[in-house]
């Protein structure tokens, strides 16, 4: 009984404040990350620092809370980002004039065939999934309050075969 008690005094702080499991749900995220593969989410880090681009985050669907989705941080608060069909482009005070932000995790046909400009506020970011034409992101409903953000995927423990470490911008 005593293990058992000390077992979750462990364990139950852990899942809920510092990683949680989560199970990809679609294709939006292919060819990183499949439907049905069982990821750890740090939930400790945003509280140490801001989510960086180029991370793959969990968060509340802003439309239903009680949903859950998975998507790629590609713009940041305060910045201009353009989403063309022919490369995603990024204007901030450090880049004035712009840059067209290089995707290597996109599938080499995973071109983004639509067209929307975001001017972000101080705690908005843009997100989009790795599989642009199965995804619905912020192309569809819009920028991304850093509120609805639970955190960033960290570990793949499911397929064995694809066990570990999940790589970080």
């Known amino acids: 009984m005593r293990l058992t008690l000390i077992a979750a005094a462990i364990a139950i702080p852990i899942r809920y404040f510092i990683a949680q499991p989560f199970i990809v749900r679609g294709p939006s995220m292919e060819p990183n990350y499949?439907?049905?593969?069982?990821?750890?989410?740090?939930?400790?880090?945003?509280?140490?620092?801001?989510?960086?681009?180029g991370e793959v985050i969990v968060f509340h669907y802003?439309?239903?809370?009680?949903?859950?989705?998975?998507?790629?941080?590609?713009?940041?608060?305060?910045?201009?980002?353009?989403?063309?069909?022919?490369?995603i482009y990024v204007t901030n005070s450090q880049h004035p004039d712009?840059?067209?932000?290089?995707?290597?995790?996109?599938?080499?046909?995973?071109?983004?065939?639509?067209?929307?400009?975001f001017g972000l506020g101080p705690?908005?970011?843009?997100?989009?999934?790795?599989?642009?034409?199965?995804?619905?992101d912020s192309r569809s409903w819009g920028a991304l309050g850093r509120k609805f953000i639970t955190g960033r995927a960290i570990f793949r423990a499911w397929p064995i075969q694809r066990f570990g470490l999940l790589p970080q911008p």
């Open 34 to 53: 499949y439907d049905r593969e069982y990821l750890v989410i740090d939930e400790l880090s945003y509280f140490f620092r801001e989510p960086q681009r």
């Open 62 to 87: 802003p439309l239903n809370t009680r949903e859950y989705f998975i998507k790629r941080i590609i713009g940041l608060p305060g910045e201009t980002v353009e989403v063309k069909a022919d490369g």
């Open 98 to 117: 712009g840059f067209r932000l290089g995707e290597p995790y996109l599938a080499p046909d995973g071109l983004t065939r639509s067209s929307v400009r």
């Open 123 to 136: 705690n908005e970011y843009v997100v989009l999934g790795d599989n642009r034409a199965k995804s619905s």
